[in-house]
C-alpha cells in the first residue's frame, strides 16, 4: 500500500485546511489510517485515526472537537478536517496505514507511511 498526503499550505489561526491521504493498491478498504504530525525537533505525535470499517474514529485530546477524520472508500481516500486551528497545530502531518487497523495510535503500530504534507499556522 502507498499513501499520499495533501492538501497541507500556511493559514491563520483560526482558519481551516483539510488535508487528503490517497492510498493505491490492492485491499485499502482494509487498512486503518492515522494521522500523525511532527514538529521541528519532536518526536510523531498521534492526531486522530479512523477503523479500516469507518465507523470508529479516536482523537488526541488537544484536537478533540477541532478536527475530524472521515474515510470515502470509492476514492480511496482519508480526510482529515482541521478547524479552528492554532499556531500549536504547525507541524508536518502524515497519514499511516495498518492492515484491519481499528484503534492504533503509535507510530510504530502502523505498516506503512506516506511522506507529510506540511501545515503552517499563523497567529
Known amino acids: 500500500v502507498q499513501l499520499q498526503a495533501s492538501g497541507g499550505g500556511l493559514v491563520q489561526a483560526g482558519g481551516s485546511l483539510r488535508l487528503s491521504c490517497k492510498l493505491s493498491?490492492?485491499?485499502?478498504?482494509?487498512?486503518?489510517v492515522g494521522w500523525f504530525r511532527q514538529a521541528p525537533g519532536k518526536k510523531h505525535e498521534f492526531v486522530g485515526r479512523?477503523?479500516?470499517?469507518?465507523?470508529?474514529?479516536g482523537y488526541t485530546k488537544s484536537v478533540e472537537g477541532r478536527f475530524t477524520i472521515s474515510r470515502d472508500n470509492a476514492q480511496n481516500t482519508v480526510y482529515l478536517q482541521m478547524n479552528s486551528l492554532k499556531p500549536e497545530d504547525t507541524a508536518l502531518y502524515y497519514c499511516?496505514?495498518?492492515?484491519?487497523?481499528?484503534?492504533?495510535?503509535?507510530?510504530?503500530?502502523?505498516?506503512?507511511w506516506g511522506l507529510g504534507t506540511q501545515v503552517t499556522v499563523s497567529s
Open positions: 499511516a496505514a495498518k492492515l484491519w487497523g481499528y484503534a492504533a495510535t503509535s507510530w510504530d503500530d502502523y505498516d506503512f
Open positions: 493498491g490492492r485491499t485499502v478498504h482494509t487498512y486503518g
Open positions: 479512523i477503523s479500516w470499517t469507518g465507523d470508529n474514529t
